[in-house]
């Protein structure tokens, strides 16, 4: 992997270098060598998260499929497959075919596919011995997969004011059905996605009416003799493990979870199961970004060199959590606030007493990591001493 002029944070204004160069190296983030805004990840947090819900995917009786679309950096993909990963699942065929240039041999597409393109390629690569699948909510799905062959689907399960997937089970079974009598499709289980639902009686009404909508299939004979039956996001682990526990012994349980691999210091802190269970984590957060103070116009008021092209702010803003003066001294970021973003511009409430000057650094913790990778092209890993042992590269 080259790294040169075109990747942000890493100052290369002439010449390129590897990833192994740098890692060899172990610079220090602050020695020169890079700019602000960096995002950076954590080796030692990322390394414990990935063991964490690999611990608890075993204890839970669940295969681990990881959403890819979190991160879809190949350092990190592999890191999870080695830890034990059944496969991985991304949202759209694109990234599935990046998976499939990297060498991931099972691959789950966690949404509809009805593009031919898509649909053919992924057909060709299926005969061809690739363990892929994908959903399907709808008779016109069932006849795009029918149409490109070869297809294995797994029947979506929905919930009012969500995103894809049937309403009821009704429409559950006559899909199911018409996925069980297409040619050349192959109907391999049931799917689900709790994740948009405000809390735990809404999520557990809906993961029993998944539970309910397998039964269902099962008893109609429509599901083979090994179903698979998939859920998770980041948010609800913990509910999907106590409500499905109970197929176990009549399906393969996949999880999906794919924000815990870095976690964050915003939306997931605050949502994570782990909060609901500690005695089973916890997760880290393992992204971080440095920026720069460029001024201070006014009492009350800081601005800092980061924005929307480097940070999340989809899930809540960036947390101020350490300020590194000019002279090399750190401490905490007590008495700072996001209050906005611009295109490269935050806004920093500042409390009364608290100092900051223009060339202080801050270093921010995200929210919500699945749109925070997208923002960079080679991100620095770094060891507990801030000295860079790796570069993670994205394809987005």
């Given at each position: 992997m080259t790294?040169?002029w075109?990747?942000?944070g890493?100052?290369?204004?002439h010449?390129?270098?590897?990833?192994?160069e740098?890692a060899?190296?172990?610079?220090?983030?602050?020695?020169g060598?890079f700019?602000?805004?960096?995002?950076?990840?954590?080796?030692?947090a990322?390394?414990a998260?990935i063991a964490?819900?690999?611990?608890?995917?075993?204890?839970?009786?669940?295969d681990?499929?990881?959403?890819a679309?979190?991160?879809?950096?190949?350092?990190?993909?592999?890191?999870?497959?080695?830890?034990?990963?059944?496969?991985?699942?991304v949202?759209?065929?694109?990234q599935?075919?990046v998976?499939?240039r990297?060498?991931?041999?099972r691959?789950l597409i966690a949404?509809?596919?009805?593009?031919?393109?898509a649909?053919s390629?992924?057909?060709?690569e299926?005969?061809?011995g690739?363990?892929?699948m994908f959903?399907?909510?709808?008779?016109?799905?069932?006849r795009?997969?029918?149409a490109?062959?070869?297809?294995?689907?797994?029947?979506e399960l929905g919930?009012?004011?969500?995103r894809t997937?049937?309403?009821?089970?009704?429409?559950?079974?006559?899909?199911?059905?018409a996925?069980?009598d297409a040619?050349g499709?192959?109907?391999v289980?049931?799917?689900?996605?709790?994740?948009?639902?405000?809390d735990p009686p809404a999520?557990d009404?809906?993961?029993?009416?998944?539970?309910?909508?397998?039964g269902?299939?099962?008893?109609?004979?429509?599901l083979?003799?090994?179903?698979?039956?998939?859920?998770?996001?980041?948010?609800?682990f913990?509910?999907?493990a106590?409500?499905?526990?109970?197929?176990s012994?009549?399906?393969?349980?996949?999880?999906?979870?794919?924000?815990s691999?870095?976690h964050d210091d915003?939306?997931y802190r605050e949502?994570?199961?782990?909060?609901?269970?500690?005695?089973?984590?916890?997760?880290?957060?393992?992204l971080?970004?440095?920026?720069?103070?460029l001024?201070?116009?006014e009492?009350?008021?800081?601005?800092a060199g980061?924005?929307k092209?480097?940070?999340p702010?989809?899930?809540?803003?960036?947390v101020?959590m350490?300020?590194?003066?000019t002279?090399?001294?750190?401490?905490?970021?007590?008495?700072?606030r996001v209050?906005?973003?611009?295109d490269?511009?935050?806004?920093?409430?500042?409390?009364?007493?608290?100092?900051v000057?223009?060339?202080?650094?801050?270093?921010?913790?995200?929210?919500?990591?699945?749109t925070?990778?997208?923002k960079w092209?080679?991100?620095?890993?770094v060891?507990?001493?801030r000295?860079?042992v790796?570069?993670?590269?994205?394809?987005?």
């Amino acid at each position: 992997m080259t790294i040169d002029w075109r990747s942000k944070g890493f100052w290369l204004p002439h010449g390129t270098r590897t990833a192994a160069e740098i890692a060899a190296e172990r610079p220090g983030l602050f020695d020169g060598g890079f700019t602000w805004p960096l995002m950076v990840v954590r080796r030692a947090a990322v390394e414990a998260n990935i063991a964490t819900m690999a611990a608890w995917c075993r204890r839970h009786g669940f295969d681990f499929a990881p959403h890819a679309k979190t991160t879809m950096a190949p350092g990190l993909i592999d890191a999870q497959l080695r830890a034990g990963a059944w496969g991985l699942t991304v949202a759209t065929a694109n990234q599935a075919l990046v998976l499939r240039r990297l060498g991931v041999e099972r691959v789950l597409i966690a949404n509809q596919v009805l593009d031919p393109t898509a649909l053919s390629w992924l057909a060709a690569e299926s005969r061809a011995g690739w363990e892929v699948m994908f959903q399907i909510d709808s008779l016109p799905g069932v006849r795009a997969a029918a149409a490109a062959g070869h297809a294995r689907v797994l029947v979506e399960l929905g919930h009012p004011g969500g995103r894809t997937g049937v309403r009821t089970l009704d429409q559950l079974e006559i899909v199911a059905r018409a996925a069980a009598d297409a040619p050349g499709v192959e109907l391999v289980g049931v799917t689900g996605y709790e994740g948009q639902l405000a809390d735990p009686p809404a999520v557990d009404a809906y993961l029993d009416r998944l539970a309910e909508g397998f039964g269902r299939l099962s008893a109609a004979a429509l599901l083979p003799e090994d179903p698979l039956v998939s859920a998770g996001g980041s948010a609800w682990f913990d509910r999907v493990a106590d409500r499905l526990a109970g197929l176990s012994s009549r399906a393969r349980l996949v999880l999906r979870s794919g924000a815990s691999v870095t976690h964050d210091d915003g939306f997931y802190r605050e949502r994570t199961p782990f909060v609901r269970v500690p005695g089973e984590g916890p997760l880290t957060a393992a992204l971080e970004v440095w920026a720069q103070v460029l001024s201070v116009p006014e009492p009350g008021l800081a601005l800092a060199g980061m924005g929307k092209r480097d940070a999340p702010f989809d899930e809540g803003l960036p947390v101020p959590m350490e300020i590194r003066r000019t002279g090399g001294t750190s401490g905490p970021a007590d008495g700072l606030r996001v209050t906005r973003l611009n295109d490269h511009h935050t806004y920093l409430e500042v409390a009364d007493g608290v100092q900051v000057e223009p060339g202080d650094l801050v270093r921010f913790g995200i929210s919500h990591p699945c749109t925070a990778f997208d923002k960079w092209r080679d991100i620095p890993v770094v060891d507990e001493e801030r000295r860079v042992v790796d570069v993670l590269h994205t394809y987005f």
